[in-house]
Nanobody
């Protein structure tokens, strides 16, 4: 499966963006999905994830209450709604599919995800 994250851009602090993750050549509906980000000079970190059925989500403490992950399995899409953006949210954002289908929980480590898509850059100005 090939993943592509898009929807990034330049936004002022306090603003909002909605990122999308599209899949081709495979399905997302059976897999837990994760969003990660990598700021310049920093390690890639988990933003959060969503269960394959969409019934449960998890978030990093740094984005909890501001970011919302959702999915539309009929469209094979996953989304990341980002509100009240802060300059420290500036990073390249990636979506990724869990390594196996129907996993019982949402991991937050990179090793549990495969099929990394091309990222999309989010820049938040102060």
């Amino acid at each position: 499966v090939q993943l592509q994250a898009f929807g990034g851009g330049l936004v002022q602090a306090g603003g909002s963006l909605r990122l999308s993750c599209a899949a081709s050549g495979g399905t997302l509906r059976s897999y837990n999905m994760g969003w990660f980000r990598q700021a310049p000079g920093k390690e890639r970190e988990s933003v959060g994830g969503i269960m394959y059925g969409g019934s449960s989500t998890t978030y990093a403490d740094s984005v909890k209450g501001r970011f919302t992950i959702s999915r539309d399995n009929a469209k094979n899409m996953v989304y990341l709604q980002m509100n009240n953006l802060k300059p420290e949210d500036t990073a390249v954002y990636y979506c990724a599919r869990h390594i196996k289908p129907y996993a019982p929980r949402i991991p937050s480590t990179r090793a549990d995800f495969a099929s990394w898509g091309q990222g999309t850059l989010v820049t938040v100005s102060s």
